[in-house]
């Protein structure tokens, strides 16, 4: 994706294209402008990361060690939705403008609760996210049970979208799975 930052009126074309007929607000208008500052080291990188995952208190830390792990390689720029802290009111907005940036998209995947879901099926419902997008998936293993949420099931932790999803990035390719974060640095590292 690296080149030219993007321009407020291109990203706010793009704002009236995601909104649905629908348009910006004079404040929103503004905010947006704001935002555009905070884009500039997608722009600047040789390869810009959009890391997704669940804030949950266990699993942020693994979203940090992937963008991490990422963010060492020459030329990288890794970031979190978070990241990204102009104020966004609309984070539905937020999500499609990062991702259309961005050179790829990160997906740590450790269960079906909370997390990411919406925008797993943006991975496949829009071709230009499917064809950027990694997942790393989380696999369990019984003596998991005890260093998890609890609310987590381990014998069935995803989604029957999800799984389809990761059938399908796993046909091309782009899923790589983890049990110990040391795998997860190894998902990481590879995607580097």
């Given amino acids: 994706m690296s080149g030219d ?3 407020v009126d291109e990203l706010a074309e793009k704002a009236d294209e995601y909104l649905h007929e629908a348009s910006l607000t004079p404040a929103e208008y503004e905010a947006l402008k704001q935002s555009v500052a905070e884009l500039t080291p ?3 990188a040789e390869n810009s990361y959009f890391v997704l995952g669940s804030y949950g208190k266990h699993e942020i830390r693994h979203l940090q060690l992937v963008k991490d792990r ?3 390689q020459p030329g990288a720029y890794a970031f979190l ?3 990204i802290r102009s104020e966004w009111t609309n984070t539905y907005l937020k ?3 990062l991702a259309d940036y961005t050179d790829c998209i990160v997906g740590v995947a450790e269960h079906s609760q909370g997390g990411f879901l919406v925008e797993q099926g943006y991975f496949t419902a829009l071709e230009e996210y499917f064809t950027k997008t990694h997942v790393f998936k989380r696999e369990y293993d019984t003596a998991d049970a005890d260093t998890i949420d609890t609310s987590v099931d381990v014998d069935n932790p995803y ?4 799984t389809a999803i990761f059938e399908m990035l796993d046909d091309v390719g782009r899923l790589c ?3 110990t ?5 190894e998902c990481a590292e590879s995607r580097s």
């Fill in 42 to 44: 997608i722009f600047a």
């Fill in 5 to 7: 930052p993007v321009t």
């Fill in 181 to 185: 974060e040391d795998d997860l640095v």
């Fill in 177 to 179: 799975r983890w049990t």
């Fill in 159 to 162: 989604s029957g979208m999800q």
């Fill in 70 to 72: 990422l963010n060492r």
């Fill in 81 to 83: 939705m978070v990241d």
């Fill in 95 to 97: 999500f499609r403008l």
